[in-house]
C-alpha cells in the first residue's frame, strides 16, 4: 500500500519581498556572481524595517523603490559624468512618462524605473505623485553633482558635503513613499510647512548621512572610492585620523538628535504648527508618526505620531548590520563590537 503524501502550498507567493527581487532580476541587470552580492544587500528588509505600515501592495512598490536606488547607484559608481548623466536622464524621463516606450538600445535602467513608477503611482493622489516626481529630480542632480565631483577627484567641504549629500541618499524621494505607504493625501501647502520640512530635514536625512557613511567606509575604501564619504571629508578638512573622524562624526549626530528634539516640542506643543482640519491634521500626525521612537508619549496625537521617525532612522541602522552590504556575514558581530578591520 502506498503511503499517503501530501503537497505543501507555495505560502510566500505572494509575498513582496521574492516577488520585487524577482522582477529585479528578470531584468539581468547583473552578472550572476554580482547579482548574488547585490541580493545579499537585502534591500527589501530595508524596505520592511522602514515602512512597517504599508499594505502588501504598497511594500511591494517599497522595495521596487529600493532596488531601483540601488540599481542605479551600481550603475553610476565610478562611472564618468557624461555617462552618469545619461543613466540619470533616462530614468527621469521614464518617471516622468511612465506609459511612454523606453527608446531601443536604451540602459535597461531606464526600463526599470518606468516598470517601477508606472505600478507604484496606481491610485496615488495627485500632489503626492508630483512631489515624488520633484524629489527624483532632485535626487538625480545630486548624483551627476556626485560625479563631478568624483571625477575632479575633488574633496568637500563638510558643509557643502552635507547640502548634497542629503539629496543623494535618496531621503526625499523615500519620504514620498512613506506617504504612499500610509496611504495619505496631504497638499502641498502642508508638506511645505517650515515645520514639516524641519522634521524631514533634521533627523532622517542628517542622521542617517553620516550613519550610512561610518558603516559604508570600509565598503568603499577597499573600493578606491572613499572620497566622497562623511568620515574622508571630516579627516581631510579637521585634519585628522579615521578615530577623530568617527568621533567628529559622533558628535555631529548628537547634536542633530538635540536640534531634532527642540523641533519635535514646537510640534507637540502646536508652536506654530497650525490645525487644517481634522481630517488633515490626523493624517499630519500619521506622516511624522512615519518619519520616530519615542518610548514614553504624551497623550496628544501629534506628539503620538512621532514614533515613526525613529523608526526609519531605526530601520535604517537595523540594515546597516543586518543587510550584507556593508559588513557581509559578520553584520551582527560588528553591530555588537563596533570594531571595522578594513581588509
Not at 276 to 298: E, H
Amino acid at each position: 500500500m502506498d503511503k499517503p503524501i501530501y503537497h505543501l502550498p507555495h505560502t510566500l507567493r505572494n509575498w513582496p519581498w521574492g516577488q520585487s527581487v524577482a522582477w529585479l532580476e528578470s531584468f539581468h541587470p547583473f552578472f550572476p556572481q554580482v547579482q548574488h552580492v547585490f541580493n545579499k544587500c537585502d534591500f527589501s528588509l530595508l524596505s520592511a524595517l522602514t515602512f512597517p505600515k504599508a499594505s502588501l501592495y504598497d511594500l511591494r512598490s517599497c522595495c521596487d523603490l529600493m532596488h531601483t536606488f540601488f540599481t542605479l547607484d551600481e550603475y553610476t559608481d565610478l562611472r564618468g559624468p557624461s555617462d552618469v548623466k545619461t543613466l540619470c536622464d533616462a530614468t527621469m524621463d521614464a518617471i516622468e512618462n511612465p506609459d511612454k516606450p523606453r527608446p531601443e538600445g536604451e540602459n535597461i535602467i531606464g526600463e526599470i524605473a518606468r516598470q517601477f513608477w508606472r505600478r507604484a503611482s496606481v491610485d496615488v493622489p495627485r500632489p503626492c505623485q508630483e512631489r515624488f516626481v520633484n524629489s527624483w529630480r532632485t535626487y538625480l542632480d545630486s548624483v551627476v553633482e556626485q560625479a563631478e565631483r568624483r571625477s575632479k577627484s575633488y574633496i568637500c567641504t563638510m558643509n557643502e558635503y552635507l547640502a548634497a549629500r542629503r539629496n543623494n541618499i535618496g531621503s526625499e524621494p523615500s519620504f514620498v513613499f512613506l506617504e504612499i505607504s500610509l496611504q495619505l493625501d496631504l497638499p502641498h501647502e502642508v508638506m511645505e510647512h517650515p515645520l514639516i520640512v524641519a522634521l524631514n530635514a533634521t533627523p532622517p536625512t542628517c542622521s542617517s548621512c553620516p550613519t550610512y557613511d561610518m558603516c559604508s567606509y570600509k565598503k568603499e575604501v577597499l573600493a578606491n572610492d572613499a572620497a566622497y564619504n562623511a568620515v574622508t571629508v571630516v579627516m581631510v578638512n579637521e585634519h585628522t585620523d579615521i578615530a577623530g573622524g568617527i568621533q567628529w562624526i559622533s558628535d555631529y549626530h548628537d547634536e542633530i538628535v538635540e536640534r531634532f528634539l527642540r523641533v519635535r516640542e514646537d510640534v507637540i506643543n502646536q508652536n506654530g504648527f497650525p490645525s487644517w482640519g481634522t481630517d488633515i491634521d490626523d493624517q499630519v500626525a500619521k506622516y511624522i508618526d512615519g518619519l520616530g521612537n519615542v518610548t514614553s508619549l504624551p497623550s496628544h496625537r501629534v506628539a503620538y505620531s512621532l514614533w515613526y521617525i525613529g523608526q526609519w532612522i531605526r530601520g535604517h541602522d537595523e540594515w546597516n548590520f543586518g543587510s550584507g552590504r556593508y559588513f557581509g556575514d559578520r553584520g551582527l558581530e560588528v553591530q555588537k563590537t563596533r570594531v571595522v578591520a578594513i581588509v
